[in-house]
């Protein structure tokens, strides 16, 4: 599966994220100690906290499903969907429910943003080595014939049965943790926990505040320093993610930066003005589809998508060392970094 985005938050070193709690009001929550488990899946570190009389037995669920869906939806693995729909030769595949939904999703936001989400151009990202870590640049010639593959709009699904046209393959990597945080959610409450943060390689979700009824406070880093953090946005009932030029990438010998976020236009990098893009929102798998789609769209096509999602809020970093957020989280964002901040309009 490809590495997606990595707003990892130093694995929650950021010690605001999980304020313990207290035990001096009548918030059962506050009577039980926080429960922690890391996992390591999907190609990244994962680290879940809850709080709750079940929330070791939650944990422990949450764990089961987040390697099921791993095994469901890796591009690399011979026993996934995956694997199965892009070693199909264009004929029809039967799909598991959550490789369905998927799919759905990715062609849906891929309409709403103009195709600027393509998990179809997967070929591409492999012949840039951002799957395998043999990075190289890709001749022009053999990125165009790549190109002509590249088309979400050509797969064709009916239910849980899809196919692809021949020489095409997919890649739901950019979809994939936002929906396991989702799934993780919907674990949590089953078991009546209200009050738990996740980070999935950093996508972070959480439900309902701290156990002492503050807001969970999640850091987002400089994408021009990725060692430390921009700003700190409080949310309660939300997930946070974020993709950036900064997580996966490499340089030419002349000290040009080629990232893993590529454009479907030109079979590139992604490079239209942002240089990060944060989603904050109440559900994950959207949130992980608009990071990808809003930085491809970049400076110039931003404005219509987010009217689309206008219960979303987001955090834009530009090129020239700016940060653009929207109204929504204005009371609830705090600018750490030396750029400049502003609100955006969005009529």
Known sequence: MSVKKSLILMLFAASAFFVGCGSTNNDDRKTYEAVTRDVFAMDTYMNMKAYGKEAETALEEAENRIHKLEEELSATSETSDIWKINHSNGNEVALCDDTAVLIEKAIEVGSCTNGALDITVFPILK?????????????????????????????EIDGNSVSIPYNSEIDLGALAKGYTGDEIMKIFKSHGIDSAIVSLGGNVQAIGSKPDASAWKVAVRDPFSPDTDMCVVEVKDKAVITSGNYERFFTDDYGQKYWHIIDPADGYPADNGFVSVTVIGDNGLNCDCLSTALFVAGEDGYENIIKEYADYDFI?????????YTKGIADNFQNISSMTAEVIAVD
């Open 127 to 155: 012949e840039w080595g951002f799957t395998t870590g043999e990075y190289h640049i890709p001749e022009k010639a053999k990125l165009d014939t790549l190109l002509s593959n590249v088309d979400y709009r050509k797969i």
């Open 316 to 324: 834009f970093v530009t090129d020239d060392e700016k940060i653009l």
